[in-house]
């Protein structure tokens, strides 16, 4: 089997978990996403420093992006994400809350200054190159360096850097509920110098506090693979939640 042209022919980069895998529309280039008129079933929210309870739901309306971020309609969907863990171990970390998928399942951890992180996946293409805590400062708003590291793909290695900074506190409405949403944009790049290929992503979510969840998260990939353009992204936006 040719790997390399079965790569070059997949979306390269370094792609953020297939739970965040759909999105449906560009990130607004204010420090708040656009205002959405959908009316939810709850309109409840969390208390400071509380976080989602054991059945809680999250559903976001979802959508891919082709090699020129632009949104392919057809790949529309809708995911709920449902908490079934609040006690989880993974990667280091206690205290990981599990929301569970029909794509995949989500681990996050709720930091004490009231970031979020997250235990992303990292790929190159369909190869799976490890995963690692990503902590989104949406709180903070400060900058913090992603832990570098590298794995071995086909013939090379690849090598994975970057940071996530907070880029400013605005506000979400979903329904009639207006919750402040902390923006933070996640930029990497990945490098495998054997196989003339370099990645850049940028990843730019809006986090609720007053949810525990995201409510806005785009991703946009570029670069190229052994002389070949290649690009694409994702876009998902919260649509209703029910909050236990």
């Known amino acids: 089997m040719n790997h390399g042209k079965k790569i070059t022919n997949e979306i390269f980069g370094m792609l953020i978990a297939a739970s965040f895998a759909f999105f449906i529309s560009s990130c607004s280039p204010s420090t708040s996403p656009k205002t959405k008129k959908t009316p939810?079933?709850?309109?409840?929210s969390l208390s400071a420093g509380s976080?989602?309870?054991?059945?809680?739901?999250?559903?976001?309306?979802?959508?891919?992006?082709?090699?020129?971020?632009?949104?392919?309609?057809t790949s529309g969907t809708?995911?709920?994400?449902?908490?079934?863990?609040?006690?989880?171990?993974?990667?280091?970390?206690?205290?990981v809350y599990e929301f569970a998928s029909t794509v995949d399942t989500m681990y996050l951890h709720y930091e004490a200054n009231e970031d979020i992180s997250y235990y992303t996946p990292f790929g190159l293409g369909s190869f799976q190159v490890g995963s690692e805590w990503i902590t989104f400062p949406a709180q903070t708003q400060v900058k913090i360096p992603i832990t570098s590291f590298s794995a071995p793909v086909l013939t090379d290695t690849?090598?994975?850097?970057?940071?996530?900074?907070?880029?400013?506190?605005?506000?979400?409405?979903?329904?009639?509920?207006?919750?402040?949403?902390?923006?933070?944009?996640?930029?990497?790049?990945?490098?495998?110098k054997k196989l003339n290929t370099h990645s850049t992503e940028e990843i730019t979510v809006f986090f609720a506090s007053g949810l525990g969840f995201f409510t806005w998260?785009?991703?946009?990939?570029?670069?190229?693979?052994?002389?070949?353009?290649?690009?694409?992204?994702?876009?998902r936006i919260l649509i209703d939640y029910d909050l236990k």
Do not use: C
């Not at 939810?40 to 409840?44: L, Q």
């Not at 809708?78 to 609040?86: A, E, F, H, N």
């Not at 090598?159 to 907070?166: F, L, M, N, R, V």
């Not at 998260?217 to 353009?229: E, K, R």
């Open 40 to 44: 939810v079933n709850d309109t409840s």
């Open 51 to 73: 976080h989602p309870h054991i059945g809680t739901s999250f559903t976001d309306s979802a959508y891919i992006r082709d090699s020129s971020l632009n949104i392919i309609v």
């Open 158 to 192: 690849i090598q994975i850097t970057g940071s996530s900074k907070g880029q400013g506190i605005g506000t979400y409405q979903l329904g009639k509920e207006i919750l402040p949403a902390g923006r933070v944009l996640m930029s990497a790049d990945a490098y495998a």
């Open 78 to 95: 809708k995911i709920v994400y449902t908490l079934v863990d609040t006690n989880f171990s993974i990667g280091g970390k206690s205290n």
């Open 217 to 235: 998260y785009d991703v946009s990939t570029s670069g190229n693979f052994a002389g070949v353009n290649i690009g694409g992204g994702v876009h």
